[in-house]
């Protein structure tokens, strides 16, 4: 059983050295002509406009939390699906205190007000 | 075999339903002042405790053989919902006004609470890290409940990225576990030890993976290679939080050492005897002398805990029925103990939290200075109290293993530990009061309960020690 993790050991040596000859060969032998836009924050192709370091308003944190539990949820529910007829009646009910305890999270953050912007 | 066992777990389930009625109060209800949290978790609790009640003596498998219900498994949910009961007892003066989302709070602790019950039912590794989980996550949050207060704060995240930190490596080593013996299940680990393993050449990647469960263990309940976060999350959570996880998630955390390493891994433990022996030693040795030095009470107490922890480890080391069974008891004592000591603070902390500013509180509240003084005569283990008995019980486990100097290098701590709980009590009684006319907002009857309570439960189990100890011993059924 131990000899059987010998790959996984030569793909980790492998992908070490690939990721430091690489980064070594292009410091080494690579040509740097540096300018000024080369320099800026890469922002997808636009020009920046002011710092990055804004301020958020901590609603987005919010939103971006309750995405997170219910794009989870969603991917707990992908293999079910796949294997809807194995699992049965079980899978089913399973599933169904699964999303009634996620329903009873989104009813908690309805009435706590999170969903109100302002 | 899918046996669904919810009766087995009736228990929790009513827990859970509390937890999710709380939930909705505290988001729903438009006037959030008036409801009695308190009462309906010290009710939800009874519940829980008398359905576990109903259970108790049987032994059942349930959920595909991932959680097995036993005595001993029985009397941990008996301490954790008892817990809970103090603990709602003694929030309420403390919270109010303090904290806004009083359901979640109580929230919170129930379900941290149904956390240490699956810790205490669990008879797989997968179920072990949920119950873990669920209890941390829990707690991490109640530790940061007073989001204004940066002490509050700080201990919260510290205790949450160490946290998690400590269960990455506990699930290392279930992963290194399985990846020998092939399953997370209790009993199939021992089969397939036996089996495959044995000696072969594989048993040090199994050795690995225990070391590495071990270490996750050792850090929920604060020995000492990973004691470091203990004295400032202690300090800076919310005083009855700080109760409950010195109390409750030091018990989950010892019964998960008890049940996972004489069930699960009892093929390996007596390879880490003697670093538990070393680790023993330096953790009760480390707790008491850094807990001279403290001037604040909360984080003086945090040190005693890692001290405590050195002694109940005693018992593990022994690992015999006498040792074994200590343990739970002392657990009990020292929970009641903590419990109360820190109900005590609950109400005193309006002046302070130094030890000055306890200065002449035994004459002003001669109720309070009297509960003070058992909670600290029991801390350093006099008669007639749990504490002199917990430790007797484990000093006479390790005895009957042949650790002779062991003990006697606990009983020198001990003597050292007297100095720093006593001195509680020399502020308390024989300073003078640093502001005589400052009266306390709070003489509250359901803290006065909580003190009560835990105070004859440690006069109980000091002078009726063999009650307690006879139906530990009776049902310390796991041995190595």
Request: charged letters at 10%.
């Amino acid at each position: 059983m131990l000899e059987s993790y010998v790959p996984v050991l030569i793909l980790g040596v492998i992908s070490v050295g690939f990721a430091f000859v690489t980064l070594a060969l292009s410091h080494l032998i690579g040509e740097r002509k540096p300018t000024e836009e080369k320099l800026i924050p890469y922002e997808c192709g636009n020009v920046p406009i002011g710092t990055a370091r804004e301020r958020f308003p901590v609603k987005f944190y919010i939103i971006a939390m309750l995405f997170i539990i219910f794009d989870v949820e969603v991917a707990f529910m992908f293999p079910w699906a796949v294997l809807y007829e194995n699992l049965g009646m079980l899978g089913l009910i399973e599933m169904l205190i699964f999303v009634l305890i996620l329903m009873l999270g989104l009813a908690y953050v309805w009435g706590k007000g999170a969903l109100e912007w302002e | 075999m899918a046996n669904f066992d919810f009766l087995s777990i009736s228990p929790d389930l009513v827990l859970i339903a509390f937890a999710v009625l709380f939930l909705l109060m505290g988001s729903f209800s438009r006037t959030p002042g008036v409801h009695n949290y308190n009462m309906l978790s010290i009710s939800a609790f009874s519940l829980a405790i008398l359905f576990n009640l109903l259970l108790f003596g049987s032994k059942r498998f349930g959920f595909y053989d991932m959680m097995l219900y036993d005595e001993l498994a029985g009397i941990f949910r008996f301490i954790f919902y008892g817990i809970g009961i103090i603990v709602s007892l003694m929030s309420d003066p403390y919270i109010e006004g303090k904290i806004k989302h009083k359901g979640e709070y109580y929230a919170l602790i129930i379900l941290s609470i149904v956390g240490m019950s699956f810790i205490a039912t669990s008879y797989d590794l997968i179920m072990l890290v949920l119950g873990v989980e669920a209890m941390s996550l829990s707690v991490y949050i109640l530790a940061g409940m007073f989001k204004h207060d940066e002490a509050s704060a700080e201990a919260s995240i510290k205790y949450f990225l160490l946290g998690a930190f400590s269960t990455a490596i506990m699930l290392l080593g279930i992963a290194f576990v399985y990846g020998t013996v092939g399953t997370t299940n209790y009993s199939l680990i021992v089969q397939n030890y036996n089996k495959y393993l044995h000696g072969g050449i594989q048993t040090g990647i199994f050795l690995f993976g225990v070391a590495a469960i071990l270490a996750g263990v050792l850090f929920k309940i604060a020995a000492v290679p990973f004691h470091m976060w203990t004295p400032d999350v202690y300090e800076g959570a919310p005083t009855s939080v700080t109760a409950f996880m010195i109390s409750g998630v030091k018990a989950a955390s010892f019964f998960m050492l008890i049940r996972v390493f004489l069930i699960a891994l009892k093929v390996a433990v007596f390879n880490f005897v003697d670093i538990m022996v070393f680790i023993s030693i330096i953790t009760m040795t480390l707790g008491n002398i850094a807990a001279l030095t403290q001037r604040n009470i909360k984080r003086m107490l945090a040190y005693s805990s890692i001290a405590h922890a050195g002694y109940m480890l005693i018992g593990f080391v022994a690992l015999n029925k006498t040792g074994l069974a200590a343990i739970v008891f002392y657990l009990i004592a020292y929970a009641l103990m903590n419990l109360g000591a820190f109900a005590v603070l609950v109400l005193l902390e309006e002046k302070g939290k130094d030890l000055e500013h306890v200065s002449g509180c035994g004459f002003l509240y001669p109720f309070l200075g009297l509960m003070m003084t058992i909670f600290m005569f029991s801390m350093v283990g006099l008669p007639p109290t749990g504490g002199f008995m917990g430790k007797f019980y484990v000093f006479k486990g390790a005895l009957e293993a042949g650790y002779l100097w062991l003990v006697i290098i606990a009983v020198l701590n001990s003597a050292v530990s007297a100095y720093f709980y006593l001195r509680v009590l020399v502020y308390m009684f024989f300073e003078k009061p640093i502001d005589a006319g400052g009266a306390l907002r709070t003489s509250s009857a359901t803290v006065t309960t909580a003190l009560v309570l835990t105070s004859v439960g440690i006069l109980f189990l000091g002078i009726f020690p063999q009650f307690f100890f006879e139906i530990t011993t009776k049902y310390m059924t796991y041995l190595p």
